[in-house]
C-alpha cells in the first residue's frame, strides 16, 4: 500500500497567517492526490482535486500544488472558520490511503 | 442537492454482524461509484471500500477482506455494508461517500459502530 506522511500533525497560527501543510507518498501518484478539511464531529469536505484544482464553492484562500511523491496545501490568509484538521489521500491505486491529519489550532 | 444518509449503527458483541444502510438522493446514484470510509473515535479517516456503478467491481481495504461486504441496490437509491466477524478495531464512525471520477466529493454524516462486550 502506498504510505502518505503528512506534515505537521498540528500546528498553531493567527487569523492571517499563511500555513503550509505536507504530504509525501512513498511512491509516485502522479496528481491523484485530495485534500480535505474536517470539523469536529462533521464529515469531511473536499478542498482540492488532481492536487491543485479547487472545488467549486472552496474559497480561492486555498491552493494545492505538487506532484508525484511531494504535495502541498497553503492556506494564504488563514481565517477563522479554517481551524479545523485537513487531510490528504491518493486515489492513484487500491488500498486507497489518506495521511495522518494536521490539525490547525488558534495560536 | 446531494444528499447521503447512513443508517444501521449501534453496539455490537465483537463477532457480530452489522449492515449499514446508505441512502442517496439529489443526484444519479447509479452513475456513481460508491465509497465506505471509517474514522475510529479521535483517529485519521481510513478508506474501507469501493463498488463500481453496476456492482460488478468491489475493492476492500485489507483489514475487512472477507469479513465486509459492499453492495448497491441502484432501483433503491441506496448502498450497504455488510460487516462480519467484527472486531473492536472496527468500531468507528462509518461515512458513505460518493465518488466522482475517483474523488470522493460528498461524503454523509456518519454512522457510529461500536464493537464491545
Known amino acids: 500500500a502506498i504510505r502518505i506522511t503528512q506534515s505537521p500533525s498540528s500546528l498553531s497560527a493567527s487569523t492571517g497567517d499563511r500555513v503550509t501543510i505536507t504530504c509525501r507518498a512513498s511512491q509516485g501518484i502522479s496528481s491523484h492526490l485530495a485534500w480535505y478539511q474536517q470539523k469536529p464531529g462533521k464529515a469531511p469536505n473536499l478542498l482540492i482535486y488532481?492536487?491543485?484544482t479547487l472545488q467549486s464553492g472552496v474559497p480561492s484562500r486555498f491552493s494545492g500544488s505538487g506532484s508525484g511523491t511531494d504535495f502541498t496545501l497553503t492556506i494564504s490568509c488563514l481565517q477563522s472558520e479554517d481551524f479545523a484538521t485537513y487531510y490528504c489521500?491518493?486515489?492513484?491505486?487500491?488500498?486507497?490511503?489518506f495521511g495522518q491529519g494536521t490539525k490547525v489550532e488558534i495560536k | 442537492e446531494v444528499q447521503l444518509v447512513e443508517s444501521g449503527g449501534g453496539l455490537v458483541q465483537p463477532g457480530g454482524s452489522l449492515r449499514l444502510s446508505c441512502a442517496a438522493s439529489?443526484?444519479?446514484?447509479?452513475?456513481?461509484?460508491m465509497s465506505w470510509v471509517r474514522q475510529a473515535p479521535g483517529k485519521g479517516l481510513e478508506w474501507v471500500a469501493n463498488?463500481?456503478?453496476?456492482?460488478?467491481?468491489?475493492y476492500y481495504v485489507d483489514s475487512v477482506k472477507g469479513r465486509f461486504t459492499i453492495s448497491r441496490d441502484n432501483a433503491k437509491n441506496s448502498l450497504y455494508l455488510q460487516m462480519n466477524s467484527l472486531r473492536a478495531e472496527d468500531t468507528a464512525v462509518y461515512y458513505c461517500?460518493?465518488?466522482?471520477?475517483?474523488?470522493?466529493?460528498?461524503w454523509g454524516q456518519g454512522t457510529l459502530v461500536t464493537v464491545a462486550s
Open positions: 461517500a460518493r465518488v466522482n471520477w475517483g474523488i470522493v466529493d460528498y
Open positions: 488532481a492536487a491543485s
Open positions: 463498488i463500481k456503478q453496476d456492482g460488478s467491481e468491489k
Open positions: 439529489g443526484f444519479t446514484f447509479s452513475y456513481y461509484w
Open positions: 489521500q491518493q486515489y492513484y491505486t487500491y488500498p486507497w490511503t
